[in-house]
């Protein structure tokens, strides 16, 4: 689930991003680069917290 909300908030916040960045540069929107662009911000989020649970920097945050 948490995967999901990831998606989303990526997709909504990569959009704004280019959406603005575009406007300023005066080029047309590209609501597929953008939404590429936040499907593969996902993808590297997913990476990293695989990676963290692989080296158990989870496990150390939950000592506390």
Excluded: C, H
């Excluded at 704004?16 to 047309?28: E, H, L, R």
């Excluded at 939404?35 to 506390?64: W, Y």
């Amino acid at each position: 689930m948490r995967y999901l909300v990831t998606l989303f908030w990526a997709i909504l916040l990569s959009n704004t991003a280019i959406f603005i960045i575009s406007a300023v540069d005066g080029v047309p929107f590209n609501a597929m680069l953008a939404t590429a662009f936040g499907v593969v911000i996902t993808i590297f989020i997913v990476l990293l917290d695989t990676l963290n649970r692989d080296m158990g920097i989870s496990d150390v945050a939950q000592e506390k």
